[in-house]
């Protein structure tokens, strides 16, 4: 359940990042969208890993 959660948190971060780091490319959702997905993908291999 911990795990879950702070995957949660850890998108809607990566997509606040991505999103700032986007502005300066006039792309701001795309990046958004982008930072979501590699944080995801992280988090999938994390916790496959630590089974």
Same mark, same amino acid.
């Given at each position: =359940?911990?795990?879950?959660?702070?995957?949660?948190?850890?998108? =809607?971060?990566?997509?606040?990042? $991505?999103?700032?780091?986007?502005?300066?490319?006039?792309?701001?959702? $795309?990046? =958004?969208?982008?930072?979501?997905?590699?944080? $995801?993908? $992280?988090?999938?291999?994390?916790?496959?890993?630590?089974?």
């Amino acid at each position: =359940m911990t795990k879950a959660i702070l995957s949660t948190i850890l998108s =809607m971060i990566g997509g606040c990042i $991505g999103f700032f780091l986007g502005t300066g490319l006039n792309q701001p959702v $795309g990046m =958004m969208i982008f930072g979501a997905v590699v944080v $995801g993908i $992280g988090c999938i291999v994390y916790a496959i890993e630590s089974k």
